[in-house]
């Protein structure tokens, strides 16, 4: 089957670190990947995607790379502020039909001033 | 405009009533969703639907029904509540192999 599994926190950073949070995978198939952050009493929301190896999604100053070879999709950000504080969450869907969203447990990410 | 609406937000009952949750997505999407999120924030999906097929989770009790007036609605119709069936349960929709939008969440409280 799918699975996600991606590091458990919570998180705690102070404002201006770098983050990393580590998401791995396993698929029957080629997935596309996705990140998802939820603020708190809110839905999710897609952060950013990739749908093939090697490729990067972006947004908001978050990063991850689609690496095939080590079937991982680990999310990146340079210099993360309070705002950020949320819970992440790693996610892949394969391409046909309806399979939906397999996620990882989420990590919550608190960001210190 | 809300992409993906779903009502109620929050909903209340006692165990042994039967509730529905409603969702309407204006995205033009063909499949929809639902999501259950526990306690610990794990998110699970229950169904989706779009015009060919119902896929079910296998773990998802009999109690639980989808009902899909229309292509822009999936509706959640909930028999015989349980304390157990307390979580946040999330409507999504998308095209196929593309990133779900996800609704508000309705938090269901059974007492």
């Known amino acids: 089957g799918n699975s996600v599994t991606q590091m458990e926190g919570p998180v705690t950073l102070s404002e201006e670190a770098f983050l990393t949070i580590n998401c791995t995978y396993t698929?029957?198939?080629?997935?596309?990947l996705f990140w998802y952050v939820q603020y708190p009493g809110e839905g999710l929301q897609l952060l950013l995607k990739?749908?093939?190896?090697?490729d990067k999604g972006s947004n908001k100053g978050f990063e991850a790379t689609y690496r095939k070879e080590t079937t991982s999709f680990h999310l990146e950000k340079g210099s993360v502020q309070v705002s950020d504080s949320a819970v992440y969450f790693c996610a892949l869907t394969l391409r046909r039909g309806a399979d939906g969203l397999t996620f990882g447990k989420g990590t919550h990410l608190i960001i210190q001033p | 405009d809300t992409a993906v609406s779903q009502t109620p937000k929050y909903l209340v009952t006692q165990m042994g009533n039967d509730k529905s949750i409603k969702c309407e997505q204006n995205l033009g999407h063909d499949t929809m969703y639902w999501y259950k999120q526990d306690s610990k924030k794990f998110l699970k999906i229950m169904f989706s639907y779009n015009n060919k097929e119902l896929i079910i989770n296998e773990t998802v009790p009999n109690r639980f029904s989808p009902k899909s007036p229309d292509k822009a609605h999936l509706n959640l119709h909930i028999n015989s509540l349980e304390l157990g069936d307390s979580a946040v349960y999330f409507c999504?929709?998308?095209?196929?192999?593309?990133?779900?939008?996800f609704g508000q969440g309705t938090r269901l409280t059974v007492v």
């Open positions: 990739a749908t093939k190896a090697d």
């Open positions: 999504a929709s998308s095209q196929e192999g593309g990133g779900a939008f």
């Open positions: 698929a029957t198939g080629y997935p596309s």
